[in-house]
């Protein structure tokens, strides 16, 4: 890698960035023959049939073009009644805005409210990206690390510590990545009277809300109070197995959909035109075939927290995503060790629990988005190794 001048044009927070620590894992295990990932956030399912030919009849008729800023107007309808089911009414106007997946939502929404110097407090472990992004956006992340004891739930008064005059903006994700936590409705009104207490906004990031297996999943903007101070995100990747499509969308108060449909008309104008197509038939007929993938998840989750606890591994119950995130600290290993030295010897690539921030180190994430053969094969490696550790 070229350490010339040319570093010296590259703006430090770019310069400075750490790579993220998932990649890192990936390259180890693509130099690799016979490995079992369990490293992937992503469904290991095709998109739906009739979602895939949606599109390619829509190409076939030539819908090639731009669409609106803010996306198919008869896609927004969609998205607003499947919502207001949720119980978060918006308008399909002027409350909603169509975009490049939740990654571009996310980025909009930290550029649209953050000025230099805004907290951001961000309940960890959590997603690879929401670190990066605050500080891009010139905030400063406000890490607050949830504990296996309170099932990675963030709790109102561990909220409430981190919250200083700076503090702008909290940043939830439930159902979460990489925990798998979800919260229930009970919780999320605690967190919702800290959030009107302190007069912060909300960035709630719902994309794992239909992979729920343990109750129904609560809308944060559907609380009481809570609508017009969250900007709720979600999107196709994970329900509809839609990743590669890159489409999701945000919905808020109408002086925040405005403020981030200028970034997003002069970044990306709008949103695939062939994506938008098969969202609008994810929305409208993918419940049959969205329904069978979650089963098919939790019949995964079943497997796996039962394999974990025949070899030994103490995992709390993941209510949602696909992730589970077992503790190894009893193996006298890092988590950074644990993983490294099982791709090695054993083949399973993991993702060791730091990765995703303060409150993971002595976890892994485990992905069980994979084929039941697969995941049966790689509990028993996991067993084997974790048996050669503590042995003696
Ligand atoms: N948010 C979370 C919590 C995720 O886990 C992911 C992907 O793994 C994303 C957002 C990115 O979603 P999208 O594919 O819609 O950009």
Redesign the pocket.
């Known amino acids: 890698m070229s350490t010339g001048k040319w570093t010296d044009y590259i703006n430090p927070a770019v310069q400075n960035m750490p790579p993220s620590g998932i990649r890192r894992f990936f390259d180890l295990a693509a130099e690799m023959e016979g490995v079992i990932s369990l490293g992937v956030?992503?469904p290991d399912f095709a998109t739906p049939w009739h979602i895939r030919e949606s599109c390619i009849y829509s190409l076939h008729r030539g819908r090639t073009s731009y669409t609106s800023n803010q996306g198919l107007p008869e896609l927004r309808e969609e998205i607003a009644r499947y919502l207001a089911g949720q119980g978060a009414v918006y308008d399909p106007r002027r409350e909603l805005l169509v975009t490049v997946?939740?990654?571009?939502a996310?980025d909009l929404a930290l550029r649209t409210v953050i000025q230099p110097g805004d907290e951001v407090i961000i309940p960890t472990p959590c997603?690879v990206?929401y670190i990066p992004c605050t500080t891009l956006a010139g905030g400063v992340p406000v890490t607050v690390a949830t504990r296996l004891e309170d099932n990675f739930r963030l709790t109102a008064d561990r909220l409430e510590a981190a919250i200083t005059p700076r503090t702008k903006a909290l940043l939830l994700?439930y159902p979460n990545?990489p925990t798998g936590a979800v919260m229930d409705r009970q919780s999320l009104l605690a967190i919702a009277e800290v959030v009107a207490k302190h007069d912060l906004l909300v960035i709630s990031?719902e994309?794992?809300d239909r992979l729920t297996y343990t109750g129904r999943h609560t809308c944060f903007a559907a609380l009481p109070g809570m609508r017009d101070r969250t900007i709720l995100l979600n999107?196709?990747?994970?329900a509809y197995a839609m990743?590669g499509w890159?489409?999701?969308y945000a919905a808020a108060h109408p002086d925040f959909i405005a403020a981030m449909t200028k970034i997003h008309q002069y970044t990306m104008l709008c949103a695939p035109i062939t994506a938008q197509v098969a969202a609008l038939e994810a929305l409208r007929h993918g419940q049959s075939a969205m329904e069978q993938m979650v089963a098919q998840y939790n019949r995964r989750r079943r497997l796996v927290l039962q394999g974990f606890k025949e070899i030994g591994l103490p995992c709390f119950e993941p209510g949602g995503a696909f992730y589970a995130f077992p503790y190894i600290g009893h193996t006298g290993l890092s988590a950074a060790e644990f993983a490294e030295n099982l791709l090695r010897e054993e083949k399973v690539a993991v993702i060791p629990g730091d990765v995703f921030g303060p409150g993971g180190e002595q976890c892994i994430r485990c992905s069980y988005a994979s084929s039941v053969d697969d995941l049966t094969e790689a509990v028993k490696r996991m067993g084997r190794f974790i048996k050669n550790r503590t042995a003696g």
């Not at 997946?101 to 571009?104: A, F, K, T, W």
């Not at 999107?235 to 994970?238: A, E, I």
């Open positions: 956030g992503e997946g939740v990654s571009e996310l997603y990206s994700c990545n990031d994309i794992y999107g196709f990747s994970k990743t890159r489409l999701g």
